[in-house]
């Protein structure tokens, strides 16, 4: 079965590897001009917003950044930051449409298991992808945060201070432990552990990852929204009141919007095609806010992507998504079974 997108996690104070491409994979940056006008953004939404960010590179098609996120949210940081450089491209380069391929993808990080790794494996990017030849190289590319923390060029955004505190000693002795630690990585190529989960999807759920791997301490990776260790994944799925259970029992049952879209319309008598009309008539107003709450509250769909399929906004599927909550509640409707 098809997986629905997830809610995004977050908390304030948290590690993020936030990763963003190009739509089909196409360059967001045409030039140093591009690259340039994405840097002056960041020095300017990072402090405003007071996001930590630790590691950073940019390369052709798509951009990576080790963020801890502030109080307003990740979300709010990278709309800041992707809306207005899509908008500044598009005018520059007079074009139309989306720059980016889907949202951004954001994995909440175990800090003490993964802070250094994740901070090696960004900024060795462009070593990995040939856009530089040797660690000399990559200390001097100006678009990524290698060179910041050996201290080659400022940028104030960038916290290299905490990053090397984590290497120890003195400021010339943090960087040349730091260099030491990347030298060691050159070998490791890419590394498909640093970005994300993915054993709930491969395995078809929560209880089938407990199944899998009894010990606690060998379920890692178990959401593709965060990298820790199984502690710290359920810490951070309890932090966020996740149901991963429920949602992916449905998913790998079968039930899908296609489901929730029949069944809706089964128990209100009332064609398919009427319910993603925008008719306020009774009874597809009911039918179409009980199919609202089975698709965000049961099976983890995006308010934004309801949106879209029924042309309304996003406040007014929320509201629906109430509706439908209380409709269900009233009556005994339940998405499960026939």
């Known amino acids: 079965a098809i997986m629905?997108?997830?809610?995004?996690?977050?908390?304030?104070?948290?590690?993020?590897?936030?990763?963003?491409?190009?739509?089909?994979?196409?360059?967001?940056?045409?030039?140093?001009?591009?690259?340039?006008?994405?840097?002056?953004?960041?020095?300017s939404v990072l402090p405003e917003t007071q996001t930590a960010c630790y590691a950073w590179v940019f390369m052709d098609n798509h951009a990576h950044f080790l963020f801890r996120s502030p109080a307003a949210g990740i979300s709010h940081v990278m709309r800041r930051l992707m809306t207005w450089y899509a908008g500044y491209f598009n005018r520059r380069h007079f074009r139309c449409g989306s720059l980016f391929q889907n949202r951004f993808k954001s994995v909440l990080c175990q800090e003490n298991a993964y802070f250094k790794e994740l901070v090696r494996y960004i900024h060795l990017n462009p070593l990995r992808a040939g856009a530089v030849s040797d660690l000399k190289?990559?200390?001097?590319?100006?678009?990524?945060?290698?060179?910041?923390?050996?201290?080659?060029?400022?940028?104030?955004?960038?916290?290299?201070?905490?990053?090397?505190?984590?290497?120890?000693?003195?400021?010339?002795?943090?960087?040349?432990?730091?260099?030491?630690?990347?030298?060691?990585?050159?070998?490791?190529?890419?590394?498909?552990d640093l970005t994300g989960g993915g054993l709930v999807r491969s395995l078809g759920g929560w209880e089938a990852v407990k199944t899998a791997f009894p010990s606690k301490e060998t379920r890692q990776k178990s959401d593709q929204r965060i990298l820790g260790d199984g502690d710290f994944v359920q810490s951070v799925l309890a932090q966020?009141?996740?149901?991963?259970?429920?949602?992916?029992?449905?998913?790998?049952?079968?039930?899908?919007?296609?489901?929730?879209?029949?069944?809706?319309?089964?128990?209100?008598?009332?064609?398919?095609?009427?319910?993603?009309?925008?008719?306020?008539?009774?009874?597809?107003?009911?039918?179409?806010?009980l199919y609202c709450y089975w698709s965000v509250r049961k099976l983890g769909f995006a308010l934004a992507d309801l949106a879209r399929e029924l042309s309304m906004s996003v406040s007014g599927i929320a509201r629906a998504v109430e509706r439908g909550r209380r409709i269900a509640l009233e009556n005994g409707y339940s998405i499960e079974g026939d």
Not at 4 to 16: C, N, T
Not at 254 to 268: N, T
């Open 240 to 289: 966020a009141e996740e149901n991963l259970s429920s949602k992916y029992l449905l998913a790998a049952q079968g039930v899908d919007r296609a489901k929730a879209l029949e069944k809706a319309s089964a128990i209100f008598g009332v064609d398919e095609r009427w319910i993603l009309d925008r008719s306020r008539k009774h009874p597809l107003a009911d039918a179409r806010s």
């Open 137 to 192: 190289g990559l200390a001097s590319h100006r678009y990524c945060g290698h060179g910041v923390l050996l201290g080659k060029r400022p940028a104030i955004w960038q916290d290299a201070d905490f990053v090397l505190a984590g290497f120890g000693g003195s400021l010339r002795a943090s960087r040349r432990r730091y260099l030491d630690f990347v030298q060691a990585g050159l070998s490791l190529g890419r590394r498909e």
């Open 4 to 43: 629905p997108r997830q809610s995004r996690l977050d908390a304030p104070g948290l590690l993020h590897h936030v990763m963003v491409r190009g739509i089909e994979r196409k360059p967001i940056f045409s030039d140093d001009q591009d690259r340039d006008a994405l840097v002056d953004r960041l020095a």
